[in-house]
């Protein structure tokens, strides 16, 4: 768990950061999104301490951070930015091995979690362990920066536009990596986005900042359905939120009873914008909604979809 409460930053007499206060579950991934210049990135370094915050707490696990040498703290907390920052003269395995290397682990040690990092990361080590970082994509330099944060097994990432300078396609691929490996580690995230689909695609939480504080903190579609003011309701999406919303909300949300419609039934964990899509691919009004295991539950309904993106 991550918790701050009353942090506060000036920049000379300007509040970079103004009395944030934010609870992150152990597990969880946090999105940080809001205007250029509202306090993210300022936000995310006072966690590790690469900026010195001027008031307020911030505890990790209930220990403040203040309270521990900060080169510890940071050997905890790993670290991933758009700019990357390999070290361009080492290879590959070096720079994952970073953090294992100066907590003085064994080299047949640190080897094999180099492998099993580059592997985690959808990089095949026998090809790119020996690599030097100029000869990787912008999208491969990334899944190694990521996977240097993940060395030494940190229980904490923060992580700062991680995708950022990526195409579109790479960073699609990126963030479906970024989930597979949280559900397979349950690390608990940090991240700083300027891209509100990215956040509702990443993360359980999302805090919107403006001004250096939090307007409104919670679930997607919690913001989606009810922003708390015009600002919100126009950073997620203005005219485009009622779309958002059927992105994070299930058919089985909106099965109803009637006249089963022909074809296959769509299963009930199906997106609603999925749903819409298959919908006007096949010209219908209506699809089959079944469970796991393919016993038919009722049907969704075009009007509903619609409703539903109006809320
Ligand atoms: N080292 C610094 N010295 C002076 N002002 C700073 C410094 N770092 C940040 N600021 C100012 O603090 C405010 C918040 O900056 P921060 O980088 O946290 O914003 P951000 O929300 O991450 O922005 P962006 O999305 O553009 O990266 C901005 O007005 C910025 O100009």
Same mark, same amino acid.
């Given at each position: 768990m991550i918790e701050l409460s009353g942090v506060t930053k000036h920049f000379g007499d300007r509040a970079a950061v103004d009395q944030v206060s934010l609870n992150v579950a152990r597990g969880e991934i946090c999105a940080l999104v809001g205007t250029s210049g509202s306090g993210k990135s300022t936000t995310l370094r006072m966690i590790n301490r690469l900026i010195e915050k001027d008031a307020g707490t911030i505890r990790i696990d209930g220990v403040d951070v203040d309270s521990q040498p900060v080169v510890e703290l940071r050997r905890r907390i790993g670290y991933v930015i758009q700019s990357i920052g390999l070290f361009p003269h080492w290879s590959v395995a070096r720079n994952v091995a970073t953090v294992p290397a100066l907590l003085g682990w064994p080299a047949a040690k640190a080897n094999a979690r180099v492998d099993e990092l580059l592997a985690l990361v959808g990089l095949d080590p026998a090809i790119y362990r020996d690599r030097s970082p100029h000869q990787l994509s912008g999208g491969q330099q990334q899944r190694v920066g990521f996977a240097r944060a993940l060395a030494a097994d940190p229980d904490v990432l923060l992580m700062d536009e991680p995708f950022g300078a990526v195409d579109p396609v790479t960073r699609d691929s990126l963030q479906s990596e970024l989930l597979r490996i949280h559900a397979a580690t349950a690390k608990t995230i940090v991240l700083v986005t300027h891209d509100i689909d990215e956040a509702i695609r990443l993360a359980s939480q999302i805090a919107v900042m403006d001004l250096g504080r939090i307007v409104q903190q919670g679930r997607p579609r919690d913001l989606l359905a009810n922003p708390a003011d015009g600002f919100v309701r126009e950073f997620v999406g203005g005219t485009r939120r009622g779309l958002r919303l059927l992105k994070v909300s299930a058919v089985g949300d909106l099965v109803q009873a009637g006249p089963v419609p022909d074809g296959v039934p769509v299963p009930a964990s199906t997106a609603l914008d999925? !749903? #819409? @899509?298959?919908?006007?691919?096949?010209?219908?009004? !209506? #699809? @089959?909604?079944?469970d796991d295991n393919g016993a038919v539950l009722g049907i969704v309904r075009l009007e509903d979809l619609v409703l539903r993106a109006a809320a």
């Open positions: 999925d !749903a #819409l @899509a298959q919908m006007i691919a096949q010209s219908r009004t !209506a #699809l @089959a909604v079944a």
